[in-house]
């Protein structure tokens, strides 16, 4: 099958661009796949089914919504919440009301309101604090012929925004690790890393006061905050603390060789827009520990590879008492660690993922005329022995096709 | 207990299933089960008819007859599993090889446009969503358990089913020629033995059977000049049958992947050595080189060689036979049932 395959990619800087590097070689083994070149007006020729990776950066996604709109496809969900992009390829490009019908669509008359107070300037941007409770999911769902996500948690987000097509649950592939070499990480006992974007809502301050508690009794441990640092956390020298180490953005061999060097990955969200983290996979092939948040996809992870900290009151506590867990724990680390190897292998082998791409592709391409084909040959027999669309008889084949995945 | 078996039928053809189809229903009657065989023809082509076929036994209504329940639903191949029953016992023949691994294969139906690929996952969804029904799922043999478990993650048991219950017959004279048994069509590559036969001018063949493959083997014998030595036979009874394998000197049976094959256990209670290949499949799982035949490659020459040693050795070929006898006489109705039914 031929595919036009819609995404960032390297030299681009995004964990999408790194994922579609990933995955593309292993889909290219499977599938005919035409890449479009970014800003590409035109879908490839011969194409019969378009992919649009699509996460929630404007500058990185927007173009990939264009062609969207030109052409509908099947969606990679990489984040359900997609307010930061509508309000990038709206507001962001002077289309007020763009944003504003957006909003409505989500929220009624509120949300309109709501986004008449932004773009007038009379309301902070919603996107910068409550862009949970308006996803703005809307429009590119409206025009997805299938979705393919990486949780359940956005599987489920989607159903309930009213989203009716086919839905693919397919985790994120395993990046394969480098070689390693000589140690990133400073010594301590234990070693706990944070690796990625650093902001509000990786629960840096909350970590960072869980830390503090926990070098009362464990003096040696440190915590390494590797990456750039968002405008909504001060990460400066007075803030950070003893035993903290800040290190700036890393390359891919630096942070492979930090997560190898580490003894858990902390890995926080809070809210979550749905994504999946990268670097928590990549933990989990090296056999790390994990430490999450309670929500989204990070629920999701199984108990024996992930603790989970709650995102409420008990969180500062709950993250406390886990982190002084593991670390006193060896073995409880050395466990998680093996369960994390054999998760990783199982759950997130990119050859596994690439055929269920595969699957899932085939099946949203063809499907609907495939299904198409056999109902009508059932309704045309229903019909020529008098079956009407308003017998009880017709709801008892409906269900029938239902059950063996032919039905509507 | 009161039993429906379910099974496709092509129309106007009688093979390897209908016969399990039918001796099981034999069977269970004369074990006191009251049986009723379920057959519905199956087509399966132009492209999405595969998938009407599992809608046709899934609006099938089965869990009664004439108001006293049906106890026990056992069905044998794709489309059969896809009947709803509360107590839906599945002994695994096949699925629809087409779109697994015949697919993109030289005997595969689907292209690749969307439209077919569709159609292929849509199947695999039907036998993931209806086989995990089952409550109990048995397989003919490895090979189709194995491929069960890769396409769906479902473990199935095996379960070889017993050989027809022919008279068969042994006999110590020489074997007069190669039999090869089964329905013609390019997936049992009857064309392997014909080509061999043309490398040992010694051979002599008769080919059992009828199928859409027959005309082109016909050429092919001709093209080879192996008139007089290749006899195609067409479909034969029961005791024509009996007195070809009692008289061949090996039996060829070398289908590409094939689920299980009575074939060589036929051949095995006539005392008769059976050649098959290293990708036979199923067949793998009873012929056994050198206890009870030859494995070789699937080309020609090695074929040719294979049957020039055991005409070349009868009395090891008589008794390859005869160790087979021993294997095929292992398996019985009576366990078979048992676990059927649940004893």
Not at chain 2, 135 to 144: E, G, P, Q, T, Y
Not at chain 2, 300 to 315: H, I, T
């Amino acid at each position: 099958m031929n595919v036009a395959y819609y995404s960032p990619l390297p030299p681009e800087r995004s964990g999408i661009a790194d994922y579609s590097a990933l995955l593309l070689p292993a889909l290219q083994e499977r599938l005919d796949i035409a890449v479009p070149r970014r800003g590409a007006q035109r879908s490839p020729r011969g194409t019969e089914v378009a992919l649009y990776h699509i996460g929630n950066n404007p500058d990185a996604h927007g173009w990939i919504v264009e062609a969207l709109r030109r052409r509908p496809g099947i969606v990679v969900l990489h984040d359900f919440v997609l307010h930061h992009l509508v309000a990038g390829l709206t507001l962001g490009q002077g289309d007020a009301e763009g944003y504003l019908e957006a909003m409505q669509r989500d929220a009624g008359v509120v949300g309109r309101m709501l986004a008449h107070g932004v773009a007038d300037g009379l309301l902070p941007p919603i996107w910068e604090y409550r862009a949970e409770d308006f996803p703005l999911t809307g429009e590119v769902l409206s025009r997805a012929d299938g979705v393919i996500c990486h949780s359940k948690y956005v599987e489920r987000r989607a159903g309930e925004y009213g989203y009716a097509g086919p839905i693919s649950v397919i985790p994120m592939p395993a990046w394969p690790s480098v070689e390693l070499g000589a140690r990133v990480a400073p010594e301590g006992r234990p070693v706990l890393a944070c690796v990625g974007y650093l902001n509000a809502a990786k629960r840096i301050p909350q970590l960072l006061e869980a830390f503090a508690r926990l070098r009362r009794r464990f003096p040696e441990a440190r915590l390494v905050l590797a990456g750039a640092v968002a405008a909504d956390v001060e990460l400066d020298d007075g803030h950070l603390g003893d035993g903290v180490v800040r290190l700036d953005h890393l390359d891919e061999n630096d942070l492979w060789q930090l997560l190898a060097d580490c003894d858990v990955c902390v890995s926080l969200r809070g809210p979550t827009m749905g994504e999946t983290s990268g670097m928590a996979i990549r933990a989990l092939s090296l056999g790390k520990p994990l430490v999450v948040s309670d929500l989204g996809w990070f629920s999701e992870l199984p108990d024996s590879v992930a603790l989970k900290v709650p995102v409420d009151e008990r969180e500062l506590d709950e993250l406390t008492a886990v982190l002084e867990r593991l670390a006193g724990d060896d073995e409880l680390r050395s466990r998680m660690g093996a369960a994390a190897l054999e998760y990783a292998r199982r759950e997130h082998d990119l050859d596994r993922v690439a055929d269920r791409y595969v699957a899932a592709i085939e099946e949203m391409a063809g499907g609907p005329a495939v299904r198409d084909a056999v109902l009508s040959e059932v309704a045309r027999a229903a019909g020529e022995v008098g079956i009407g669309r308003n017998d009880a008889q017709l709801a008892e084949i409906a269900a029938s096709l239902r059950e063996v995945g032919l039905g509507r | 207990m009161r039993i429906a078996v379910c099974a496709p039928q092509v129309p106007f053809e009688r093979g390897g299933t209908e016969i399990l189809a039918e001796t099981l229903v034999r069977e269970l009657r004369t074990r006191g089960h009251e049986v009723e065989e379920v057959k519905i023809p199956f087509k399966w082509y132009p492209r999405a008819s595969a998938l009407r076929e599992a809608v046709v036994w899934r609006l099938v209504d089965i869990e009664e007859a004439q108001e006293r329940p049906v106890d026990l639903v056992i069905a044998t191949k794709y489309p059969s599993y896809a009947i709803r029953h509360s107590n839906k016992v599945v002994w695994l023949v096949h699925q629809f090889r087409q779109a697994y691994e015949l697919d993109r294969a030289d005997f595969g139906q689907f292209g690749e446009d969307p439209f077919d690929r569709a159609t292929v996952r849509a199947i695999h969804r039907v036998d993931r969503q209806t086989l995990r029904e089952a409550k109990r799922l048995f397989a003919i043999s490895r090979n189709v358990a194995d491929r069960l478990e890769r396409s769906t993650g479902l473990t199935a048991d095996v379960l070889p089913p017993p050989p027809q219950q022919l008279d068969y017959r042994s006999s110590e004279a020489a074997g007069e020629f190669v039999l090869s048994v089964g329905r013609l069509d390019r997936a049992k590559r009857v064309d392997l033995l014909l080509e061999a036969a043309a490398l040992d001018g010694s051979l002599n063949v008769v080919v059992a059977g009828e199928g859409p493959d027959r005309n082109r083997l016909e050429r092919l014998s001709a093209e080879r000049g192996l008139d007089g030595r290749v006899t195609f036979a067409g479909r034969v009874g029961d005791d024509e049958l009996v007195d070809l394998y009692a008289r061949s000197l090996a039996v060829f049976y070398a289908p590409f992947d094939e689920d299980f094959g009575f074939v060589p256990y036929e051949a095995f209670l006539s005392e008769r050595p059976v050649v098959t290949t290293h990708d036979a499949g199923g067949p793998l799982e009873v012929v056994v080189d050198p206890e009870n035949g030859i494995v070789c490659e699937p080309v020609p020459s090695a074929v040719a060689s294979a049957l020039s040693w055991l005409a070349a050795n009868p009395e090891e070929a008589r008794a390859r036979g005869r160790a087979g006898k021993r294997r095929a006489e292992e398996v019985t109705w009576d366990s078979v049932i048992d676990r059927l039914v649940g004893a």
